[in-house]
C-alpha cells in the first residue's frame, strides 16, 4: 500500500491492518482514504470538510475510487456537507449504473445514503484566512485566464491542493486506487479536479495503479495516472513508469508545472515522480514494521 503526502502515513496505518488480514482492498483504500478525510482539525486543508473552500466559502469535495479486477469505478465531484466523499464515491461504483455523479444530484445521492452532515462550517482559521483573503483581493489588479480573475487574488498560489490518494495491492493480486480532494484553496464554485476523474487522478486495472496529485487542471490535460499504467502495461516497473510519464510531460513543455504521481504494480513495486516540487508519500509492505516515508526530487527539464 502507498498513499501520497505525509498524511500517508496515517492513511496507511488505518488501511493496512485490512489489507493484511487478507481483506478486500477496496475496503482498504477505504478506510486510508476515510482517515485523512476525518481529521478536520488536522495541519493539511487540502481533504475533507477541514478544507479551504470554493470563493463563496462553501467547501465542495471530490473523491473517486476504482478496482483494477473489474474495471468498476464511482467518483462524485462538488459535492458538500459529506464527512466520507470517498464513501460515496464507493456507493456510485457499487449501487448505480454510473461512474461519475456531481453537485447537487451527489448531493442528493449522499442523503439518500445518511452520508450528509448538517450544513458544514469552516474551521475558524480557514474562515479567518478567507476573510483575510477577500479583504486583500479588494485593491488587487485581476489577470485575465486566472483565478484572479474571480477572487482578485494574488496571493492564491500559496495554498495547498494536496489530494490523499491511495494505491493498494491484494494478496490475490487485485489493484485498487482512490482519491479524495477538497481541491485548489478558493476556487471558482463548481470547479472540478483531476481527482475524480478516471484516468487523470486515480486508475486501476490488472497491471498496475497509480494516483496523481498537484494542479488539477495539467494533470487532466496529460491524463497523467492513465500515461503512468499504460508504461506499467507495456512491461515497466512502477518506478519505470511513473518517471517515464513525467519526463515525456515535461518534453512537451506545455503545462508540465506541479505534477507528481505515485503508482503500484502488479509484482509489488511502488514507483513515483513528480515535476516540480519534492514530493513525499509513505509506503507499507510485507514485513515492515510501519509505514515509511519517502520523498522524490523534481524531475529537471
Not at 495541519?43 to 475533507?48: N, W, Y
Not at 464507493?90 to 461519475?100: A, F, I, S, Y
Not at 482512490?178 to 475524480?196: E, N, V, W
Not at 503512468?228 to 515535461?250: F, H, L, P, T, Y
Request: glycine fraction near 12%; proline fraction near 4%.
Amino acid at each position: 500500500m502507498a498513499a501520497t503526502w505525509s498524511f500517508g502515513m496515517k492513511a496507511i496505518a488505518a488501511g493496512w491492518p485490512i489489507l493484511k488480514s487478507g481483506g478486500d482492498p477496496l475496503d482498504a483504500v477505504e478506510e486510508a482514504v476515510r482517515e485523512v478525510e476525518n481529521d478536520v482539525l488536522g495541519t493539511h486543508k487540502s481533504v475533507g470538510l477541514g478544507g479551504y473552500p470554493n470563493m463563496d466559502g462553501i467547501i465542495e469535495l471530490d473523491a473517486a475510487i476504482m478496482d483494477g479486477r473489474t474495471l468498476q469505478a464511482g467518483s462524485v465531484g462538488a459535492v458538500c456537507n459529506v464527512k466520507n466523499p470517498i464513501s460515496l464515491a464507493r456507493k456510485v461504483m457499487k449501487e448505480t449504473p454510473h461512474v461519475m455523479i456531481v453537485g447537487d444530484g451527489a448531493n442528493r445521492l449522499a442523503e439518500y445514503y445518511g452520508l450528509c452532515l448538517p450544513q458544514a462550517r469552516l474551521q475558524p482559521d480557514v474562515e479567518k484566512e478567507l476573510k483575510k483573503r477577500l479583504n486583500v483581493a479588494l485593491n488587487l489588479e485581476p489577470k485575465e485566464g486566472t483565478l484572479d480573475l474571480w477572487l482578485k487574488n494574488r496571493a492564491l498560489g500559496i495554498f495547498s491542493h494536496d489530494t490523499v490518494g491511495v494505491v493498494a495491492l491484494g494478496e490475490d493480486g487485485s489493484l485498487v486506487a482512490g482519491t479524495s480532494t477538497s481541491g485548489i484553496a478558493f476556487k471558482m464554485p463548481g470547479r472540478i479536479g483531476d481527482s475524480p476523474i478516471i484516468g487523470s487522478g486515480l486508475v486501476a486495472n490488472e497491471f498496475g495503479a497509480a494516483v496523481a496529485t498537484g494542479s488539477g487542471e495539467n494533470i487532466m490535460i496529460h491524463n497523467v495516472s492513465r500515461m503512468v499504467v499504460r508504461g506499467i502495461q507495456d512491461g515497466n516497473n512502477a518506478q519505470e513508469a511513473a518517471m517515464g510519464a513525467i519526463k515525456d510531460i515535461v518534453a512537451t513543455e506545455k503545462r508540465y508545472e506541479n505534477i507528481a504521481v505515485l503508482a503500484l504494480d502488479r509484482h509489488g513495486n511502488f514507483g513515483a515522480a513528480t515535476t516540480s516540487q519534492d514530493f513525499e508519500f509513505a509506503v507499507m509492505k510485507e514485513g515492515m514494521l510501519e509505514p515509511r516515508l519517502f520523498h522524490t526530487e523534481s524531475e529537471s527539464r
